[in-house]
């Protein structure tokens, strides 16, 4: 067992992996805290499905310019198609123009179709667009590692430093807009930094799982904490656990990494949904009256007999 | 105007302003003019266009025609907002992540391009929560808060960067009596210390000790602009029993042709 894990552990190809499994798992609850306060849970699929038509012209463009290895430009081509697609979605959404929902679906299954036809058109194989489609965390390569370091590095030091402002919009967008802060950069902010967190977290899961990993410990945690520093700090954690376990879990097993830690995620989500009721029961069994103790206006006449 | 106190230099100017909502016009050519320490209340019937006039006068939606200047300056980037506080209109403070009161009355701390929360920001947001009477919920999440707590946490949002000109809209709707009279005594405290207000009522209420000017909307325009007009007789006692399903506040068509505007509680 030791050796086991010490091999696994001196496996460099797994040394990566688990570096990036752990920011992964770090950083996509961040983001993914914003989008659920702001009922935007499915932002970062649509997102996704836009990323992978940049993969596609990222390989497209090494093709023609004979580049090696020929997908230097996917990861680039997905982090640039991103950050267009979630500025353009955000955009949409502020205009609150009623046709934005469809505008919205054209350019979901415009992602993913025009994705895969470029992909073809690239002499990418199928087995490349399953690696982008439901991730290919064991291929990560050094440069990988290093971009998603940096990337990273830019979703916490934004999403945790402008904690207070992006809060203050995503909670209620109009009281912003009130006290002068400027809602549209930060709106964008938000986006953008959506949009780099789905191209870090589509090495590990996947376009089509990307959003589970942003949505599904934020899930967990609301379920158990009454803050919104905590939600967020707890989601972390979770992501970093489910990341790193389903990665481990992987090595011994054969399966796709990706779908094994959504589904951890999940069950953690049903396990937490199931215990919490019980919690909860338990500690209103005590003496305490669940109703705010406020006078109201009402006399009541067995109160005026008195 | 009030008869017995001078108001200041202008604190919020309207003119001519014209707000439009999805086409249909909901204020119709509105000046008003408030000036330093005015505690002045809007009045009218559900759909009279209250609310949207105090959205366009902080920017929140933007005015068709006319101009609106804050505290001087033009409403824009300009205008001091630090020294602006506003409560909309909302029965419930809670989204879809949970928060604590503290929490949400600190993003009050913030304004323009000060997006972090100042030195000793937290101890303020506990303090405007004391001030609101919720020194003992700051850290309970909102959605666990009543009605009436949530409103009062929305007030200490506002009340944190303390404000020299308050606007409110409906503080009052769905907050208990005892605690409406709580908020009349803070905001009694507000007026005296020099700040403007400017308050969306549906009826003075428990806040017409308060009021010496009255602005009435009706349709979208100004009908009485003066001393707060009497109330008609059977919403004369501060006292009365009333329902407030406060819906259709931005609805023009719940606007009915010759409801009295000053003092109607639904019901």
Known sequence: ?306 | MTTDRQPGPAVIEAVGVTVALGGVPIVRGIDLTIGEGEVVALLGANGSGKSTLVRALVGVVPAERGSIRLLGAPLGRTVPWQRIGYVPQRVSAATGVPATACEVVLSGTLHSNHLLPPRGARDSARAALASVGLGADADKAVRTLSGGQQQRVLIARALVRHPDLLLLDEPAAGVDLPSQRTFATALADLAATGTTILVVLHELGALAPLIRRAVVLRHGSIVHDGAPPVPQPEHANPDHVHLHPHDGDRDPAHDEAGVTPTVRWQG
């Open chain 1, 1 to 306: 067992m030791i050796s086991d894990l010490a091999g696994m552990f001196g496996d460099p190809l797994m040394q990566r992996a688990l570096v990036v499994a752990c920011l992964v798992g770090l950083v996509a609850p961040v983001i993914g805290t914003y989008l659920v306060q702001r009922r935007l849970s499915l932002l970062g699929d649509g997102i996704g499905h836009v990323a992978l038509t940049g993969v596609a012209l990222g390989w497209l463009v090494g093709n023609i310019a004979e580049l090696t290895p020929h997908d230097a430009l996917a990861i680039p081509g997905a982090v640039l198609a991103a950050v267009v697609g979630a500025v353009v979605i955000e955009l949409v959404r502020a205009h609150g123009r009623t046709s934005g929902d469809v505008a919205l679906a054209l350019l979901f299954y415009g992602g993913i179709a025009g994705g895969v036809l470029i992909m073809s058109l690239a002499g990418g194989t199928n087995a490349n667009l399953v690696g982008y489609l439901f991730g290919s965390i064991s291929t990560v390569s050094t440069q990988d590692l290093v971009l998603t370091v940096a990337l990273s590095v830019v979703v916490l030091v934004v999403g945790i430093g402008l904690r207070a402002a992006l809060f203050a919009v995503c909670h209620d967008e109009e009281y912003a807009r009130a006290a002068g802060l400027p809602v549209r950069a930060l709106n964008i902010t938000i986006a953008v930094v959506a949009a780099l967190t789905v191209t870090v977290a589509m090495r590990v899961v996947g376009v089509l799982l990307v959003s589970a990993l942003m949505i599904v410990p934020v899930a967990v945690a609301q379920l158990v904490t009454s803050s919104f520093r905590r939600t967020m700090l707890t989601a972390m954690a979770i992501g970093v656990v489910v990341c790193v376990s389903g990665l481990t879990i992987t090595y011994w097993h054969d399966a796709s990494p990706g779908a094994t830690i959504v589904v951890l995620a999940i069950g953690l989500y049903a396990l937490a949904a199931a215990v919490r009721p019980l919690v909860v029961r338990a500690r209103r069994n005590g003496t305490r009256d669940p109703h705010p103790d406020v006078a109201d206006d009402v006399v009541l006449t067995s109160e005026d007999a008195r």
